[in-house]
């Protein structure tokens, strides 16, 4: 779920894969994204910009940026 920008809980639309480590039984690494153009897309991106720093800001591509 993320907090919209009016500070209210909204519903996340993922899809993801699942990696079993081999060497590691038990342990699974999950990799989630979202769906380019979609709003999911959007709030991903926003969760991504709390945690970023300026440089990692301007080293995405501007076709990315909304």
């Given at each position: 779920?993320?907090?919209?920008?009016?500070?209210?809980?909204?519903?996340?639309?993922?899809?993801?894969?699942?990696?079993?480590?081999?060497?590691?039984?038990?342990?699974?690494?999950?990799?989630y994204t979202?769906?380019?153009?979609?709003?999911?897309?959007?709030?991903?991106n926003?969760?991504?910009?709390?945690?970023?720093?300026?440089?990692?800001?301007s080293?995405?591509?501007?076709?990315?940026?909304?």
């Amino acid at each position: 779920m993320i907090i919209g920008s009016d500070l209210r809980a909204r519903d996340l639309t993922l899809s993801y894969e699942a990696l079993e480590l081999p060497a590691d039984p038990g342990l699974t690494i999950f990799a989630y994204t979202a769906e380019p153009n979609w709003p999911s897309h959007d709030a991903v991106n926003l969760l991504a910009s709390w945690t970023s720093t300026p440089d990692q800001v301007s080293a995405v591509p501007a076709e990315e940026e909304v």
